[in-house]
T-cell receptor
Framework: AQSVTQPDARVTVSEGASLQLRCKYS??????LFWYVQYPRQGLQLLLK??????VVQGVNGFEAEFSKSNSSFHLRKASVHWSDSAVYFC???????FGDGTQLVVKP | EAAVTQSPRSKVAVTGGKVTLSCHQT?????MYWYRQDTGHGLRLIHY???????EKGDIPDGYKASRPSQENFSLILELASLSQTAVYFC????????????FGPGTRLLVL
């Protein structure tokens, strides 16, 4: 069974629109969850992370994510996307390291 | 200033040949990792290490060896490269295994012909 599932391989939004990238995880305990971003031909960079406490975590560049134990989800959101947000986004569960397959975000001008 | 560097950045190898990928970190982190990324997929853990002179198998260790001669350096070795090992390889470091943020190198593109 996939430990981290990102159901959307590709998401296209217009610049200025809001964004949600979905992530579902499988883990019976309390997960450590991360979102990373990968720009073309680069390594991955941390956007935000969740360990415990407030289920809404703030990250860099206006990104935030909400942890839901009941839904086993950790969706990434942004209120208004910019063309420079175009990249691949990975959800990661780190109790034992599992990466989702990534969601490619395309922001149209 | 990049804290995790990888060399080479790209390599073409022949089937059956030996390939060594190198990683160097200046984060003073105990943990280092090697991942491979195949097109359209996430990263899969090959080997990791939490201390010099010791390595651990990840999820897909077959066909790969790892070496951690010092805290700063971590190598991935393909003794007999195969076509199926064509991929992008990423090195990362972190200060903890479970909840530590990982810092990634820029990747090495390996093409095995």
């Amino acid at each position: 069974a996939q430990s981290v599932t990102q159901p959307d391989a590709r998401v296209t939004v217009s610049e200025g629109a809001s964004l949600q990238l979905r992530c579902k995880y499988s883990y019976s305990g309390t997960p450590y969850l991360f979102w990373y971003v990968q720009y073309p031909r680069q390594g991955l960079q941390l956007l935000l992370k969740y360990y415990s406490g407030d289920p809404v975590v703030q990250g860099v560049n206006g990104f935030e994510a909400e942890f839901s134990k009941s839904n086993s989800s950790f969706h990434l959101r942004k209120a208004s996307v910019h063309w420079s947000d175009s990249a691949v986004y990975f959800c990661v569960r780190n109790n034992r390291i599992f990466f989702g397959d990534g969601t490619q975000l395309v922001v149209k001008p | 200033e990049a804290a995790v560097t990888q060399s080479p950045r790209s390599k073409v190898a022949v089937t059956g040949g030996k390939v060594t990928l190198s990683c160097h970190q200046t984060n003073n982190h105990d943990y280092m990792y090697w991942y491979r990324q195949d097109t359209g997929h996430g990263l899969r853990l090959i080997h990791y290490s939490y201390v010099a002179d010791s390595t651990e198998k990840g999820d897909i260790p077959d066909g790969y060896k790892a070496s951690r001669p010092s805290q700063e350096n971590f190598s991935l070795i393909l003794e007999l490269a195969s076509l199926s090992q064509t991929a992008v390889y990423f090195c990362a470091s972190s200060d903890e295994l479970g909840d530590g943020t990982q810092y990634f190198g820029p990747g090495t593109r390996l093409l095995v012909l």
